[in-house]
């Protein structure tokens, strides 16, 4: 190559870096633009995150405050209860305590009460059957006496005895002029409703008894002075009342033409369906007669 076309070469590549030194002032002036365009944009963002990270903390301050707040009345609450629990504790104890020793107490009287109870059932039995006795030797004893019902108030004057001894025979029309009597006398009390007082009669003979209730059965009741008469057997105030109990069954007895007697003490006895029925209970004999056909 010539030292000319040589000196061309060397005189392009000159020409070409000069144009490379040209240029690069221009990219740097580009860069500095660029950073200070970038800089207004980063402040931004972090002053952004300063506030929202400032709000964030602001907020947890108050989120734990509360939750504090609320956890301290939670606490009371707790406190509270758990003494109220504490004081229910206690007094359940009590009242365990105190039902463990009712429970031994009672336990204690059961066993004492169970021979009190045996030997209670004993003696209501014994008094049972004492207190038959006794009115069966109270009817033993008033086997010979006889009441007069419906008499008119002193009809038999101050000497009753003496009055009844020819009134009773007088009056049933017996084929003697006296009976013995060993006494008589009214019942107690004064007269109710105007109604006389019961006349009771001990006569002396059992026969003479037997005489005057079979003429009574016989001529039915007796009149004296406009008024009806009715001669029974004296018997103790319990028995009576046991043979009232039977009187609805006597009426509907006699309701249905069925002859009946009363047996000692109060034993109802009838015929009925081929045979001789006995009732000691009331409501037995009500029961059977409305089973009849």
């Not at 006795?133 to 009817?139: R, S, T």
């Not at 319990?238 to 033409?257: G, M, P, Q, S, Y």
């Amino acid at each position: 190559m010539s030292k000319q076309s040589k000196r061309g070469i060397k005189g392009q590549d000159a020409s070409e870096g000069n144009s490379f030194l040209s240029t690069t002032p221009i990219t740097g002036s580009a860069n500095a633009n660029a950073t200070s365009e970038a800089t207004p944009s980063v402040s931004m963002t972090e002053a952004l995150l300063k506030s929202i990270s400032a709000a964030v903390a602001e907020e947890g301050k108050r989120i734990l405050l509360s939750v504090n707040e609320s956890f301290g009345k939670l606490e009371a609450k707790v406190d509270n209860m758990m003494k109220r629990i504490d004081d229910v504790a206690v007094t359940t104890a009590a009242l365990a305590t105190r039902q463990a020793e009712a429970e031994t107490r009672i336990s204690h009287l059961e066993d004492g009460i169970a021979p009190i109870k045996k030997h209670l059932d004993s003696l209501l039995i014994a008094n049972k059957e004492l207190r038959d006795k006794v009115i069966e030797l109270e009817c033993r004893q008033r086997r010979k006496n006889i009441r007069i019902l419906n008499l008119k108030e002193s009809t038999e004057g101050n000497d009753p005895t003496v009055f009844f001894e020819a009134f009773i025979p007088k009056l049933l029309q017996l084929p003697v002029t006296t009976i013995p009597i060993d006494r008589a006398h009214r019942g107690f009390g004064i007269p109710e409703d105007g109604r006389p007082r019961a006349v009771v009669l001990k006569l002396q003979r059992s026969r003479d008894v037997a005489m005057v209730m079979s003429a009574v059965k016989r001529q039915g009741n007796p009149q004296h002075e406009g008024r009806t008469l009715r001669l029974v057997p004296d018997t103790p105030p319990e028995v009576r009342a046991a043979r009232r109990a039977f009187n609805t069954v006597c009426a509907e007895l006699i309701k249905r033409d069925i002859r009946f007697r009363m047996a000692y003490p109060a034993i109802l006895s009838f015929k009925a369906n081929g045979g001789q029925k006995s009732f000691k209970d009331p409501n037995k004999a009500e029961a059977f007669l409305s089973s009849l056909t």
